[in-house]
């Protein structure tokens, strides 16, 4: 839009100057060769765009890998429903949008062939530092999804807190699946209960690096970075964490 803008600019700046050069003859030529000098430097800045477009970077394969299993196992349960998904994350101030772009876009591109499952992304209204400490209520759950009563599973990106069975966006809770990047156990409870299906938890002692350096097919990269807690294990892992 800017690059049109400009062009449109330049051009009219050109035309001007011919109309000004039958009263002004040296400032109507300034004004044409002006255009004209736009004219060059915008066409040359779309050229240089078309051919050296500016490299893209690649998405974080530690953070790609979790939004890709919770999404499968999210299909593993809902993928003949229809109606809401909804995806919980910190607010912006704990986890930036690129960030939470790899999370969501990972987790929707899974879920591309199901159009009756429509993705809503939510931002959880916390202050800065309960939210950096993983210290996110319930009701701030209720806030984000008051809009939303036809949820078919909730997703959570930070966390959730160790009341969340009183979670409910219409006449049921929901399932919850659940990454949660501060490794506590406040799932367990809720776990086996049936509310929440699955955690992912960062592994303990392992630290994923920068994100260049992850690489691998991604099982491979989730085993070395994560474990996943299910029903028929979440006492195990909880056992892992707390002898972290």
């Given at each position: 839009?800017?690059?049109?803008?400009?062009?449109?600019?330049?051009?009219?700046?050109?035309?001007?100057?011919?109309?000004?050069?039958?009263?002004?003859?040296?400032?109507?030529?300034?004004?044409?060769?002006?255009?004209?000098?736009?004219?060059?430097?915008?066409?040359?800045?779309?050229?240089?765009?078309?051919?050296?477009?500016?490299?893209?970077?690649?998405?974080?394969?530690?953070?790609?890998?979790?939004?890709?299993?919770?999404?499968?196992?999210?299909?593993?349960?809902t993928g003949g429903a229809e109606g809401d998904i909804l995806l919980f994350f910190p607010?912006?101030?704990?986890?930036?949008?690129?960030?939470?772009?790899?999370?969501?876009?990972?987790?929707?591109?899974?879920?591309?062939?199901?159009?009756?499952?429509?993705?809503?992304?939510?931002?959880?209204?916390?202050?800065?530092?309960?939210?950096?400490?993983?210290?996110?209520?319930?009701?701030?759950?209720?806030?984000?999804?008051?809009?939303?009563?036809?949820?078919?599973?909730?997703?959570?990106?930070?966390?959730?807190?160790?009341?969340?069975?009183?979670?409910?966006?219409?006449?049921?809770?929901?399932?919850?699946?659940?990454?949660?990047?501060?490794?506590?156990?406040?799932?367990?409870?809720?776990?086996?209960?049936?509310?929440?299906?699955?955690?992912?938890?960062?592994?303990?002692?392992?630290?994923?690096?920068?994100?260049?350096?992850?690489?691998?097919?991604?099982?491979?990269?989730?085993?070395r970075l994560y474990l996943m807690a299910t029903r028929s294990n979440a006492d195990e892992?909880?056992?892992?964490?707390?002898?972290?």
């Amino acid at each position: 839009m800017t690059y049109y803008l400009t062009l449109g600019t330049v051009l009219a700046v050109a035309a001007a100057g011919i109309w000004v050069r039958r009263r002004f003859s040296f400032l109507g030529q300034m004004m044409i060769l002006a255009g004209c000098l736009g004219c060059v430097v915008c066409l040359g800045w779309q050229m240089r765009q078309s051919l050296f477009p500016p490299d893209a970077r690649e998405p974080n394969r530690g953070q790609a890998v979790v939004g890709y299993f919770l999404a499968n196992q999210v299909l593993g349960e809902t993928g003949g429903a229809e109606g809401d998904i909804l995806l919980f994350f910190p607010p912006a101030a704990v986890m930036n949008e690129e960030t939470v772009g790899t999370y969501a876009g990972t987790f929707k591109r899974v879920l591309r062939g199901f159009p009756r499952l429509s993705v809503q992304v939510l931002s959880l209204e916390v202050p800065k530092k309960a939210a950096g400490m993983g210290q996110i209520p319930l009701d701030a759950f209720r806030q984000a999804a008051s809009s939303f009563t036809s949820a078919v599973a909730c997703v959570s990106f930070a966390g959730v807190p160790a009341n969340i069975q009183s979670f409910s966006t219409g006449q049921a809770v929901p399932p919850f699946f659940v990454f949660d990047p501060w490794s506590t156990t406040n799932w367990l409870a809720a776990m086996k209960s049936g509310v929440v299906r699955s955690v992912i938890i960062p592994r303990p002692g392992t630290r994923s690096g920068p994100a260049e350096a992850i690489a691998g097919e991604p099982t491979e990269v989730f085993e070395r970075l994560y474990l996943m807690a299910t029903r028929s294990n979440a006492d195990e892992v909880a056992r892992q964490l707390a002898n972290k």
